[in-house]
């Protein structure tokens, strides 16, 4: 599972600087208004929205601005119509990616995208071209500095959820995606400290380690993916060393 390790750390770190420039905004503002819109504005009964707006309080976002965001998904405000396009394809080295945006111009998207990936030799793919090397899962990390390896143990089994997974400095719970909710609140429920992230994502089965050149590059996908304001997730299967992830990210 070091796919899923290596990607997260990347995104922990550009994540938190980008919440500080007020970047990430945008991109949970959209996923909040699409999830109103598929699922209704009660939280309560919306699972994606009740997740969406968890993050958006994490980025200390104000409430007027998830309000409005409900109420354009729900109709009872104008807003754009944004549709959820997937896109599938190849990094260097032979790296997957899968990449979740959120966009008003599919057009546009699309040629943005090709872009991206054809000037670091990267490419876009048909429908089904990676989908199959990854599995969507529930996703709950915490630090392993904050709770030990056996409470994390005894509290995953006992929330519902699937496994647990060492993930270098955090512990990964997993569960099924239907579960996240209720897995993510029996966990708050028991106190745990250190929680780093939680969320519904994809996982690799397998990856593809890379090295050098091929592995800056496909940082760099990374990084420019990441900053487009039509890409909501990225997910790669790709293993990079320790070191040079420090060296990029510093």
């Keep these: 599972m070091?796919?899923?390790?290596?990607?997260?750390?990347?995104?922990?770190?550009k994540g938190a600087a980008d919440a500080k420039k007020g970047r990430i905004f945008t991109k949970i503002i959209k996923e909040i208004t699409v999830a109103a819109?598929?699922?209704?504005?009660?939280?309560?009964?919306?699972?994606?929205?009740?997740?969406?707006?968890?993050?958006?309080?994490?980025?200390?976002?104000?409430s007027d601005n998830m309000e409005r965001a409900i109420k354009k998904g729900t109709g009872e405000l104008e807003g754009v119509n944004y549709e959820e396009v997937s896109?599938?394809?190849?990094?260097p080295g032979g790296a997957a990616l899968f990449i979740e945006t959120v966009t008003d111009n599919k057009n546009r998207?699309?040629?943005?995208l090709k872009h991206i990936l054809s000037k670091h030799?990267?490419?876009?793919?048909?429908?089904?071209?990676?989908?199959?090397?990854?599995?969507?899962?529930g996703m709950i990390t915490y630090g392993k500095s904050d709770v030990s390896e056996e409470k994390i143990m005894e509290a995953a089994l006992e929330a519902g959820a699937d496994d647990v997974r060492d993930e270098g400095d955090e512990w990964l719970v997993v569960c099924d995606p239907?579960?996240?909710v209720e897995v993510k609140e029996n966990l708050e429920e028991m106190g745990l400290k250190g929680l780093v992230d939680a969320q519904i994502g994809m996982s690799p089965?397998?990856?593809?380690?890379?090295?050098?050149?091929?592995a800056e590059m496909m940082l760099k996908i990374y990084n420019k993916?990441?900053?487009?304001?039509?890409?909501?997730?990225?997910y790669s299967d790709f293993d990079i060393d320790d070191e040079i992830i420090e060296k990029f990210s510093s």
């Excluded at 309560?44 to 997740?51: E, F, K, M, T």
């Excluded at 998207?109 to 943005?112: C, D």
């Excluded at 089965?205 to 091929?214: D, F, I, Q, S």
């Excluded at 993916?225 to 990225?234: G, P, R, Y």
């Design 37 to 62: 819109r598929m699922g209704g504005g009660d939280d309560s009964a919306n699972p994606r929205l009740r997740a969406a707006l968890d993050r958006a309080r994490a980025c200390n976002m104000p």
């Design 225 to 234: 993916l990441d900053d487009h304001d039509d890409v909501q997730n990225v």
């Design 121 to 137: 030799n990267g490419s876009l793919g048909k429908t089904g071209t990676v989908a199959f090397k990854f599995e969507r899962l």
């Design 109 to 112: 998207t699309v040629a943005e």
């Design 2 to 13: 070091s796919g899923h390790s290596k990607w997260s750390t990347i995104k922990h770190k």
């Design 87 to 91: 896109y599938e394809g190849y990094g």
């Design 178 to 180: 239907t579960s996240f």
């Design 205 to 214: 089965l397998t990856t593809v380690k890379l090295e050098g050149k091929e």
